[in-house]
């Protein structure tokens, strides 16, 4: 009988502080990708009013600024990640 853990591609093994870890970065990245559509759907209903089109403009460009953070929180995490000790923790 074959050894299901190694012909189980998504079987993955990780110590349990990694995956606190990933899923606090995970969390993290999700709240940014939540605030870039606020900012950006904020500032196409603001370009319906001319009045407001400055307003408008100044969301998109806080939107394109956390588009930069996106890969930031994504280094941040794999750096993190690579200066933890080996864990010994599995299953």
């Not at 196409?44 to 009045?51: D, H, K, T």
Request: overall charge neutral.
């Amino acid at each position: 009988m074959p050894d299901t853990r190694l012909d189980n591609p998504l079987t993955l093994h990780f110590g349990r502080e990694e995956l606190v870890i990933r899923r606090r970065y995970e969390t993290l990245s999700i709240a940014n990708d939540f605030l870039i559509a606020i900012w950006f759907l904020a500032g196409s209903i603001l370009f319906l009013y001319p009045s407001m089109e400055s307003v408008a403009a100044w969301l998109f460009i806080i939107g394109s600024f956390q588009f930069l953070i996106r890969p930031t929180i994504r280094l941040v995490s794999h750096l993190h990640l690579q200066r933890m000790p080996p864990s010994n923790w599995e299953h």
